[in-house]
Nanobody
Framework: QVQLVESGGGLVQAGGSLRLSCAASRRSSSPYAMGWFRQAPGKEREFVAAISWGGGLTYYEASVKGRFTISRDNAKNTVYLQMDSLKPEDTAVYYC????????????????????WGQGTQVTVSS
């Protein structure tokens, strides 16, 4: 069992930056991909970004591409989401998730691909 804990959320003005972190409770015996998802009030959870085990593959939702950067440090069991040029529409609860490695390049955006989820961290962007 892997537990994920997000941190780094908060309130920021439009145009500002935040860095989210997601720490895994222990080192996994198997490699795993990581993803970030978000859910705004009244909306479904949506894909934001994903990164492969080695970090060589990254994917982004179209509206955050060029503004958000996902990275990971496997030695620290931690994945990051650097969010720049934030917009009010980025306001949501952000969740990190850990998944497998099989078919990552075709399933990275699918929430069902990920077996472990954090509790979420609130990001609020004011206009």
């Amino acid at each position: 069992q892997v537990q994920l804990v997000e941190s780094g959320g908060g309130l920021v003005q439009a145009g500002g930056s935040l860095r989210l972190s997601c720490a895994a409770s222990r080192r996994s015996s198997s490699p795993y991909a990581m993803g970030w998802f978000r859910q705004a009030p009244g909306k479904e959870r949506e894909f934001v970004a994903a990164i492969s085990w080695g970090g060589g593959l990254t994917y982004y939702e179209a509206s955050v591409k060029g503004r958000f950067t996902i990275s990971r440090d496997n030695a620290k069991n931690t994945v990051y989401l650097q969010m720049d040029s934030l917009k009010p529409e980025d306001t949501a609860v952000y969740y990190c998730a850990a998944g497998g490695i099989t078919d990552f390049s075709v399933r990275y955006y699918y929430s069902g691909y990920y077996g472990y989820w954090g509790q979420g961290t609130q990001v609020t962007v004011s206009s």
